[in-house]
């Protein structure tokens, strides 16, 4: 009876405990409510009652933001100093810097903004005006490079940029400049908003910009655009490129008849911009085309895709040619190092190649891998080279900001838990960086474990990097359907980094990412009677989907996951699409990729698949070997569809 009576006293306390911390977290919730709502009495009363909760600094934070035009320097200060080891203090510090601003406050404002810790182009620009309102003329100089983007800039810099436009340090070809820029990234309300600064007449002959972006072969065929003016000239440019983007070739033959009456200037950049349409759209025209170009400046995305043409086209000297053309800080980045050695290799210039291959070979990434593949190396997953012991963990989870970061993810706040992760780690070592990620998989934040294993630099665990969770469930459907499992980890690795409540901003969902679409097609098709689409996110049938529709896809694709992954993620129409009609090696179909999402996406799982057979000491094949060859277009079966995402070609 005795014993009896005690456990039922230990679960009555175990329980009231549970509903104290319960009951704490929805106050806490409560709070940010009445925050969001502007109710301060109403955040007072449940600061109150939350003393000492792990999270009283967001209280404190939600108080002092509430009541921010009134508070004094000094209690902004204070907040600033005590709360520095939180995210919030930054934030405080970003949003009273732009009320300082907006009052005009400079004096205050140029005191307090060397503190401020990252980037803010809003920020940069009130900084600029304060020292302009000093009199310091040299603000100009650092103003213009803030002009010459193609995108929207924070209302901060408007009163610069007509500063200038008064003081004549931006004249009518700075301003087309600019306008080019926002055309070529296709913001074409941005070039209206630009326009603004030239003369009403060209003002309003580029309010037809709108017309021409959808329908630009009718603009080319009325002939109505003036080529003696600049106005008419820009229209007709951009007509030009604008159609290229859809239908290459459609666009040469009004190109060819118009271009002697354009200056050699222009030429080149109409030839520049067509180029790079052309390759986007594996056109074999392109390479021709960027040669016509000749020494027409070219944006990075330009630069790259003149290589990825003269990839899809096997012509290794201009793969090197291209590279070379490159800025530096591309010249840099693995991508282009590793088709670099490998065009080098291709020309026979082993001993050049390899001085490139041997330092990208220690880099863990796609390109990493595929360099150590070339110098005749095996890959295999680095030997964990720090184990961190019980006392470290237990002493990493009593560290504020990680504790603060745990709490918030608990409660579901998933983007202020990442921030105050992200925080509470930024100047940690390797050990350090390895003892958090073991905190965050214990505590089942698979998707922090591997985003701060991934950050070491010399010290390295793999088996934090590439998580294996729901192992026993996941063999289960791999066997049932005959998938790879390390494939399918690598691809649950990317697409949700194991966030079984993941939901994308296109509207999918769960571990494997499903479309509602696609998910209720599958449904259909493995006869689950009264399916709905909230039953996605369980684990088991997100899995039991999502594993049918990879199978799916690689069925269609003939075998080659290359071909399967890119279709996963952006449809099996386009992933057919995106073939060549000779047979292409998988690093280069994927390279090629036109979708910047979808070509890092592919690289990502199949080098992930790579890790995780080496963790399950699976039948070892390299990345090259698990890339394989893309067939041509008439290697393989084709499918149609209306929807591009759509599972519509039956295996």
């Known amino acids: 009876m005795q014993k009896f009576l005690s456990l039922f006293l230990l679960s009555l306390l175990l329980l009231s405990g549970a509903t104290f911390a319960a009951s704490r977290d929805d106050e806490f919730l409560a709070a940010r409510e009445a925050f969001r709502l502007q109710k301060p009495a109403r955040l007072d009363a449940a600061a109150a009652r939350l003393k000492g909760h792990v999270l009283e600094p967001y209280l404190a934070y939600w108080k002092i933001e509430m009541r921010l035009k009134d508070a004094s320097p000094g209690e902004i200060r204070q907040f600033i100093q005590a709360y520095r080891d939180t995210p919030l203090s930054e934030r405080l510090r970003a949003d009273w810097l732009k009320l300082l601003a907006r009052q005009q406050n400079w004096a205050l404002f140029l005191s307090e903004y060397p503190s401020f810790v990252g980037e803010d182009d809003e920020l940069t620009c009130y900084a600029l005006q304060a020292r302009l309102n000093l009199g310091d003329g040299s603000v100009f100089d650092e103003a213009r490079r803030l002009w010459f983007v193609g995108t929207d800039q924070p209302s901060s810099c408007t009163p610069l940029f007509e500063a200038m436009m008064t003081d004549g340090l931006l004249k009518a070809d700075d301003v087309w400049a600019r306008i080019r820029l926002a055309l070529e990234l296709g913001n074409v309300s941005v070039a209206q908003r630009v326009a603004q600064h030239l003369?009403?007449?060209?003002?309003?002959?580029?309010?037809?910009?709108?017309?021409?972006?959808?329908?630009?072969?009718?603009?080319?065929?009325?002939?109505?655009?003036?080529?003696?003016?600049?106005?008419?000239?820009?229209?007709?440019?951009?007509?030009?490129?604008?159609?290229?983007?859809?239908?290459?070739?459609?666009?040469?033959?009004?190109?060819?008849?118009?271009?002697?009456?354009?200056?050699?200037?222009?030429?080149?950049?109409?030839?520049?911009?067509?180029?790079?349409?052309?390759?986007?759209?594996?056109?074999?025209?392109?390479?021709?085309?960027?040669?016509?170009?000749?020494?027409?400046?070219?944006?990075?995305?330009?630069?790259?895709?003149?290589?990825?043409?003269?990839?899809?086209?096997?012509?290794?000297?201009?793969?090197?040619?291209?590279?070379?053309?490159?800025?530096?800080?591309?010249?840099?980045?693995?991508?282009?190092?590793?088709?670099?050695?490998?065009?080098?290799?291709?020309?026979?210039?082993?001993?050049?190649?390899?001085?490139?291959?041997?330092?990208?070979?220690?880099?863990?990434?796609?390109?990493?891998?595929?360099?150590?593949?070339?110098?005749?190396?095996?890959?295999?997953?680095?030997?964990?080279?720090?184990r961190p012991s019980e006392a470290e963990v237990k002493a990493m989870g009593q560290v504020p900001g990680?504790?603060?970061?745990?709490?918030?993810?608990?409660?579901?706040?998933?983007?202020?838990?990442?921030?105050?992760?992200?925080?509470?780690?930024?100047?940690?070592?390797?050990?350090?960086?390895?003892?958090?990620?073991?905190?965050?998989?214990?505590?089942?934040?698979?998707?922090?474990?591997?985003?701060?294993?991934?950050?070491?630099?010399?010290?390295?665990?793999?088996?934090?990097?590439?998580?294996?969770?729901?192992?026993?469930?996941?063999?289960?459907?791999?066997?049932?359907?005959?998938?790879?499992?390390?494939?399918?980890?690598?691809?649950?690795?990317q697409e949700s980094r194991f966030i079984q409540v993941a939901r994308s901003s296109v509207g999918a969902s769960g571990l494997m990412q499903l479309m509602p679409g696609t998910a209720q097609w599958v449904a259909k098709r493995l006869g689950l009677k009264n399916f709905r689409r909230n039953l996605v996110n369980r684990l088991d049938t997100n899995i039991a989907l999502g594993t049918y529709y990879l199978k799916y896809v690689l069925d269609v694709n003939d075998g080659q996951p290359v071909l399967a992954t890119a279709a996963y993620n952006a449809g099996p129409v386009r992933a057919k699409r995106w073939k060549d009609e000779k047979a292409l090696e998988g690093a280069v179909y994927t390279e090629t990729i036109p979708f910047t999402e979808t070509r890092d996406y592919v690289q990502k799982v199949m080098s992930n698949a790579t890790y995780y057979a080496n963790r399950f000491g699976q039948r070892l094949l390299t990345l090259k070997q698990r890339l394989g060859v893309v067939a041509g277009r008439n290697g393989g079966r084709e499918c149609q569809a209306q929807d591009e995402r759509s599972p519509s070609c039956e295996p």
């Open 199 to 386: 003369s009403d007449q060209q003002e309003a002959r580029l309010r037809t910009l709108d017309g021409i972006a959808e329908n630009p072969q009718r603009f080319l065929d009325k002939g109505s655009a003036d080529l003696k003016t600049r106005v008419g000239r820009e229209l007709t440019i951009f007509a030009l490129y604008r159609l290229a983007r859809s239908q290459p070739q459609q666009a040469l033959p009004y190109w060819d008849a118009l271009r002697e009456r354009f200056g050699s200037e222009d030429r080149k950049y109409v030839w520049g911009q067509m180029a790079f349409h052309a390759a986007r759209k594996h056109d074999p025209a392109a390479l021709k085309w960027f040669a016509e170009a000749g020494d027409t400046p070219l944006n990075e995305l330009q630069h790259a895709w003149r290589v990825r043409a003269a990839l899809r086209g096997a012509d290794w000297q201009q793969v090197l040619a291209g590279v070379d053309a490159m800025p530096e800080s591309m010249r840099r980045q693995g991508a282009w190092r590793y088709w670099k050695a490998r065009a080098l290799k291709e020309m026979g210039k082993q001993a050049q190649a390899n001085a490139i291959l041997a330092p990208l070979s220690t880099e863990h990434n796609f390109y990493g891998q595929m360099a150590t593949e070339e110098l005749g190396a095996v890959i295999g997953n680095p030997e964990a080279t720090y």
């Open 402 to 493: 990680i504790r603060r970061a745990l709490a918030l993810y608990q409660l579901g706040l998933r983007l202020e838990a990442n921030r105050e992760w992200g925080w509470a780690i930024r100047n940690f070592d390797d050990k350090q960086l390895l003892v958090a990620a073991e905190v965050a998989k214990r505590s089942d934040w698979l998707d922090r474990a591997i985003y701060t294993a991934g950050k070491t630099v010399q010290l390295h665990d793999f088996s934090l990097r590439y998580p294996a969770p729901h192992r026993d469930l996941m063999r289960t459907f791999a066997h049932e359907r005959n998938l790879d499992e390390a494939w399918i980890y690598g691809l649950i690795r």
